[in-house]
C-alpha cells in the first residue's frame, strides 16, 4: 500500500478530492492509500509518512520548500480543472511506476 497526499492550498480541493479518489482506488483495486491536508497542514511527521504527495496547481509553490524522501508532482490541469478522481488515481499509479522503474 502506497501512501498518497494531496495537498491544495487550504485544504478544500484536496479534501474535494479525497472521497471520491478513496472510492475510485478502491474499486480499481489500486494498492493506494489517499489523505487530504492544506498547505499549512504539513508537518514533518505527516510527509515522512507519504510516498507520493501531489500538489494542486495553486499549491505548487510549496513543493520547492519541503524536505521529505516522498515524490512530489503537481495534478495536471485537466485533471484538476475537472475534479477528475478516475484521472488522478490513474496519475498517482503512473509517477509511483516511474519512481519504481528508476529505483
Not at 30 to 57: K, M, S, V
Not at 97 to 102: F, I, Y
Request: glycine share 4%; net charge negative; with cysteine.
Amino acid at each position: 500500500m502506497k501512501n498518497v497526499l494531496l495537498v491544495s492550498e487550504q485544504g478544500v480541493t484536496s479534501h474535494l478530492f479525497l472521497g471520491e479518489a478513496k472510492r475510485v482506488a478502491e474499486t480499481r483495486r489500486a494498492a493506494l492509500h489517499f489523505t487530504a491536508a492544506g498547505c499549512a497542514e504539513l508537518a514533518p511527521e505527516l510527509l515522512a509518512e507519504q510516498d507520493l504527495i501531489l500538489f494542486t496547481p495553486q499549491a505548487a509553490a510549496v513543493m520547492d520548500t519541503l524536505h521529505t524522501d516522498a515524490l512530489m508532482a503537481v495534478i495536471p490541469n485537466d485533471i484538476y480543472g475537472w475534479l477528475n478522481s478516475e484521472a488522478l488515481v490513474k496519475f498517482a499509479t503512473k509517477e509511483l511506476a516511474a519512481t519504481a522503474v528508476l529505483a
